[in-house]
């Protein structure tokens, strides 16, 4: 279902299956989820790990792309959420301090690519008119429900342009770890195009609801 900030159920968590220290669950946030792709491709790079990623909301204000989400969702390509088509300066994270244990981020391209203006950080599209744009807002977030692993997607210039260094002088701030960056085109996995990306992870190790050392994962389990 596509929700509101009036609507947006309470995701309390799966924890039924925190027990299964062979088959962890852990908690997803999807932030400018387009339609879903990033958080999959998170999902299944849990599973590489061992764990079951399962969405606790998305966040998309698109409504095509979020619409596109919601049809996935109902022919079963996706796992269903709660998604959030509202702008994020409304979004509350707060009730999932404790609860989100991986937050994707697709965060807007346009004011980095080399097909637009490179207006960089000054674009609105980025940080928005007075600071408080769709990157300033996934900061907030991030520092609201505290996951223990951040994880960002951009184009290629958002990181070698130095256009990232803020974002990651406040992931630093806030007690987070960021590894180097991982540059990537999709042609490199079997697609047809280029497509050069950048990813970024982040995380530390005092939030989020719990993480699991096993066998597979590597992960100490801890309860917050």
Not at 26 to 42: E, F, P, T
Not at 149 to 171: K, Q
Not at 185 to 206: I, N
């Amino acid at each position: 279902m596509i929700v509101n900030a009036d609507t947006l159920p309470l995701f309390t968590g799966r924890s039924e299956r925190c027990d299964d220290m062979d088959r962890p669950v852990w908690n997803s946030l999807g932030l400018c989820s387009g339609v879903g792709l990033l958080d999959l491709a998170v999902a299944i790079g849990c599973e590489q790990l061992g764990v079951d990623c399962r969405p606790a909301a998305a966040c998309e204000w698109d409504s095509y792309a979020a619409a596109t989400m919601l049809q996935r969702m109902e022919d079963q390509a996706l796992e269903p959420c709660p998604i959030w088509g509202g702008d994020m300066r409304d979004f509350n994270a707060v009730p999932f301090r404790g609860v989100v244990d991986v937050l994707a981020a697709g965060l807007p391209c346009q004011p980095y690519s080399v097909a637009g203006k490179q207006l960089g950080n000054v674009d609105k599209r980025s940080h928005g008119d007075d600071g408080d744009g769709p990157i300033p807002q996934f900061l907030r977030i991030v520092a609201e429900c505290r996951p223990a692993v951040v994880f960002c997607e951009n184009v290629p210039t958002w990181v070698r342009g130095g256009f990232f260094r803020p974002v990651g002088e406040e992931l630093c701030r806030l007690g987070y770890k960021i590894e180097d960056p991982l540059f990537i085109t999709a042609e490199s996995v079997g697609a047809s195009h280029r497509r050069e990306r950048v990813f970024v992870l982040a995380h530390s190790a005092e939030f989020g609801r719990r993480t699991f050392r096993t066998e597979s994962t590597g992960f100490e389990r801890r309860a917050i």
